[in-house]
């Protein structure tokens, strides 16, 4: 049976809550992120509604210089906990339409649809689910359905606000090929200027690309590169992939609620996962933190990343991340930290020898 992957990812997610939760705020340029206090303030956007993106201002962007780019907007604070929650209602909803809902970040996750059997029936489920999220929660998302979730999650990103994707086996190609080499996810900036820099513009031109230069230039991220360019999904990958985890976990000597305290330990299990995940050579793709509270209830959260990666700094931000849920006034007795999905150099091999 063909596989076939939905990835949904909500329209301007933070802002459209807002607007959500107050309709008066409907077609105005909306800013979310750090008080830009009069132009003067410090700290960055986190989202922006639709109409404020067609002043220029875009997520990561200094507050102040969006505050320049539109004055006029309505800059409001992050509300994470209003977020999570509408999040928890749109993945209740996402999930009765397939198996193995996984989700990938706050407004963003994967399904497998693949039982519904055709390209076309996916598609009358995925606007049946679109459906459902409007009428039931008033926002709008972007689906893309392709064979494997690296072209799902393209394609979701090709028809922004409100679009509809469809990406046959057939297509893929056709799709991929002409985008530019940044669309692959994990793909970033610096990574994307060098690749230019060497004439490799777009994603065809990359699948064109001799695996061995790739993987001179970028190691093992080379490789999954060259994959998922194909529309390749890099996790899929059996041979080399580690059942097991690295994980760390520390009881309080007193139960605390204090934010400094929990954040600092939060940082400290990401550091000691890290040197054994760098002393054992391994790149991992999960990231899951366990919460025990003062009554002994233990909770876990996970976030799964789109490549395989070392990074601490990514650790360190994802914990953070994942923990902010349970800040919430709560006494906690234990915290942990895990990764998983790992990966080791021998993946790479097995990938090689498909490819040569
Ligand atoms: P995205 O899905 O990347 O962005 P979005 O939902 O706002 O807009 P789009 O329609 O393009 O999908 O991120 C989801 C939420 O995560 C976003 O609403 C705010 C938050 N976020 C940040 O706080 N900082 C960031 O740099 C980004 C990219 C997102
Ligand atoms: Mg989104």
Known sequence: MNRIILHIDMDSFFASVEVKNNPSLRGLPVIIGADPKGGSGRGVVSTASYEARKCGVHSGMPISRAYRLCPEAVF????????????????????????????????????????????????????????????????TCSIGIGPSRVVAKIASDFQKPDGLTVITPEEVMAFLGPLPVGKIPGIGRKTEKELV????????QLVQTD?????????????????????????????GIETRSISRETTFEVDTDRMSVLEETMDSLSRDVHQSLVEEQYLFRT????????????HTRSRTLDRPTEDLHLIRTVSRELLLEFLDG???????????????????????????
């Open 76 to 139: 409001l604070p992050v509300n994470f906990p209003l977020y999570i929650q509408t999040s928890g209602h749109i993945m209740q909803i996402v999930e009765r339409y397939g198996e193995h809902l996984e989700q990938v970040s706050i407004d963003e996750a994967y399904l497998d649809v693949s039982q519904i059997g055709s390209f076309t029936a996916a598609s009358s489920l995925a606007l049946r689910m679109k459906e459902e999220i409007r009428t039931n929660e008033s926002l």
């Open 197 to 204: 820099e060497r004439g490799i513009t777009t994603v065809g």
């Open 211 to 239: 695996i061995q230069e790739l993987r001179s230039l970028f190691g093992m991220w080379g490789v999954y590169m060259h994959a998922l360019a194909q529309g390749e999904d890099v996790g899929s990958v059996r041979t």
């Open 287 to 298: 990231i899951t933190i366990k919460v025990r509270d003062t009554r002994f209830a233990t």
């Open 330 to 356: 709560r006494k906690i007795r234990l915290l942990g930290l895990r990764l998983s999905h790992l990966y080791k150099d021998h993946t790479v091999q097995a990938t090689i020898q498909e490819y040569l």
